[in-house]
C-alpha cells in the first residue's frame, strides 16, 4: 500500500510525514524505516525508526531505487512501513514521469506486505491518476 503527502516544495511535508513516523510506531507490529537524503532529521525521529541516508548509498537510477527498497525488505522480514522523504529526488525521478515507478512499489509493497508513506513535492492536480487515489495529506 502506499499514501502520500503531497505538496509544493516549503509547505512542510517532511514534518506530516516525521510526525506519523512518530505516531505509528507506537502501535506497529513490525519494524518502521525512514528514508531522507540526509542525516538532517534524525534527532526528530523515535528512536525505534531506522534512518537510512540513500545518498550515501550510490543509488543514481530508479531502477537502483527500487532494487535498495528490495535490499532493505530483504533484509528486515518484519518490517511494516517506511517513510520516503523527497520521494522524486530519493527514486531519481526530477523531471520525469513517476506513474511507473509508483506502480512497481505499490507491487512491491503489496507483495511483501510494507506500507510506503511517500511525500512528493508535487501539487495534487499535477500527480499521476495512480498515484492520485493514495493521497493521505494534500498541502
Same mark, same amino acid.
Given at each position: 500500500?502506499? =499514501?502520500?503527502?503531497? +505538496?509544493?516544495?516549503?509547505? +512542510? ?16 507490529? +513490525? ?12 534527532? &526528530? ?9 540513500? @545518498? =550515501? ?7 537502483? /531505487? ?11 522480514? $518484519?518490517? $511494516?512501513?517506511? /517513510?520516503?522523504?523527497? /520521494? ?5 525521478? &526530477?523531471?520525469?514521469?513517476?506513474? $511507473? ?22 501539487? &495534487? &492536480? /499535477?500527480? @499521476? ?11
Amino acid at each position: 500500500m502506499i =499514501q502520500i503527502i503531497a +505538496g509544493k516544495k516549503g509547505k +512542510g511535508k517532511t514534518k506530516h510525514l516525521i510526525d506519523k513516523a512518530n505516531t505509528d510506531v507506537k502501535q506497529a507490529k +513490525g519494524n518502521i524505516v525512514y528514508l531522507d537524503k540526509s542525516d538532517k532529521h534524525m534527532y &526528530e525521529l523515535s528512536n525505534k525508526i531506522r534512518l537510512i541516508n540513500v @545518498p =550515501q548509498y550510490n543509488v543514481d537510477t530508479t531502477d537502483g /531505487f527500487l532494487g535498495f527498497i528490495s535490499g532493505i525488505i530483504s533484509q528486515d522480514h $518484519d518490517l $511494516d512501513t517506511m /517513510f520516503l522523504d523527497s /520521494f522524486i529526488k530519493l527514486a531519481n525521478l &526530477e523531471g520525469q514521469d513517476i506513474s $511507473d515507478t509508483i506502480d512497481k512499489l505499490d507491487a512491491i509493497g503489496s507483495k511483501f506486505n510494507v506500507t510506503f508513506v511517500l511525500s512528493i513535492s508535487m501539487d &495534487e &492536480e /499535477f500527480l @499521476p491518476d495512480n498515484a492520485k487515489s493514495k493521497i493521505l495529506i494534500s498541502l
